[in-house]
């Protein structure tokens, strides 16, 4: 709720209640912490936090995730795509090659992208034709931003918002509305994704986007108040 030192006070105090054969847990809370200071644009602080996280339980599939996304950040885009395809090699997962693809398109390498994009799109369908619900998120933000498929965005967005309704799945709708050109649609989400009082970066800009006029610009100055570097690479958790 943008309370931000009140969520690492909090880590804090969970690291302090456990015990030295719980490292694992540890190096958990430890990532919670580095995302905390990633998701206001603190890399340095977010960095001190994954080592911490690494040192503590050598190995952790979640530690090289969160410090590939931090690497990709930093425009370290090489380095992050090897960590990624490190993890994929052990986890056949589409997010992880979607990641790897934007990677690449940044990078301006577009056949890579389009190879990535390919996979993790088919990875996507293949789960949700399995009965699985757990990427119809994924779906919605890759037909929105890669597909550029506002209709299919619009789709996989709400079905997801019926399975579990909260800001985010509000907030894809939204987005997804204002791809397919129903701004009317896209400001009613985004309204009711804002009226949960949730305080987050991504969140503003996609409202900045949204919105027209001052409370777009105005919707923008708090996104990037909160983190002066929202525009740069992450992943979609």
């Known amino acids: 709720m943008g309370d931000l030192e009140g969520a690492d006070r909090l880590y804090r105090d969970a690291e302090d209640e456990l015990t030295a054969k719980e490292m694992r847990s540890y190096a958990w809370l430890e990532v919670q912490r580095g995302f905390l200071a990633f998701s206001r644009g603190a890399y340095a602080d977010a960095r001190t936090h994954y080592d911490r996280a690494e040192a503590a339980y050598p190995g ?16 370290h885009y ?19 090659q979607q990641a790897i693809a934007e990677l690449y398109g940044i990078a301006e390498q577009a056949d890579a992208a389009r190879h990535w994009q390919n996979g993790a799109l088919s990875g996507y369908l293949e789960s ?53 050109a129903e701004f009317d649609e896209a400001r009613g989400w985004i309204g009711r994704a804002l009226a949960s009082g949730v305080v987050d970066a991504h969140l503003l800009f996609r409202a900045a986007k949204i919105y027209a006029g001052a409370d777009g610009l105005e919707y923008l100055e708090r996104a990037k108040k909160l983190n002066p570097l929202v525009e740069r690479f992450h992943l979609h958790h």
Do not use: C, M
């Open 60 to 75: 952790y599939w979640l530690v090289d995730e969160y410090k590939a996304e931090l690497l990709g950040a930093e425009g």
């Open 78 to 96: 090489t380095d992050a795509i090897a960590v990624f395809r490190s993890l994929l090699a052990k986890s056949d997962r589409p997010d992880l």
């Open 128 to 180: 949700a034709r399995r009965g699985e619900v757990h990427y119809y998120h994924h779906l919605t933000d890759f037909y929105a931003d890669v597909a550029k498929d506002g209709a299919a965005a619009v789709t996989w967005a709400r079905a997801d918002l019926q399975l579990r309704k909260n800001f985010a799945t509000e907030a894809a709708l939204a987005w997804a509305f204002y791809r397919n």
